[in-house]
């Protein structure tokens, strides 16, 4: 069974930083996609950051220049750096992974999500 697994959330002042990780696990070959989106209160949850297998990235405008997106495929983990952090990027972060291959070379094309991380900013 898939699962992922986020870390790393908590309470940091404005300017601060914080690492987020997530860990896919579950007989996984390969993952085409892995991404981070978040979901503030009374907000619709939307993507910050994804990742695919051959690593491109793309960002929302609101972290461009702030964010990183990292990915261990050996692992099948993925990092996201937050650096200048502001109370608007309070919210709680989900890891998600689309597209996977599991052994024994089964292609699954849906989308799972992980529990979520709540990340906290101070003004």
């Known amino acids: 069974q898939v699962q992922l697994v986020e870390s790393g959330g908590g309470l940091v002042q404005a300017g601060g930083s914080l690492r987020l990780s997530c860990e896919a696990t579950?007989?996984?070959?390969?993952?085409?996609?892995m991404s981070w989106y978040r979901q503030a209160p009374g907000k619709q949850r939307e993507l910050v950051a994804a990742?695919?297998?051959?690593?491109?990235?793309n960002y929302s405008d609101s972290v461009k220049g702030r964010f990183t997106i990292s990915r261990d495929s050996t692992k099948n983990t993925v990092f996201l750096e937050m650096n200048s952090l502001k109370p608007e990027d309070t919210a709680v972060y989900y890891c998600?992974?689309?597209?996977?291959?599991?052994?024994?070379?089964?292609?699954?094309?849906?989308?799972?999500w992980g529990q979520g991380t709540q990340v906290t900013v101070s003004p």
């Open positions: 579950g007989n996984i070959i390969t993952i085409n996609v």
């Open positions: 998600a992974a689309t597209g996977l291959t599991v052994q024994p070379q089964n292609f699954i094309p849906d989308q799972y």
């Open positions: 990742h695919t297998r051959i690593g491109t990235t």
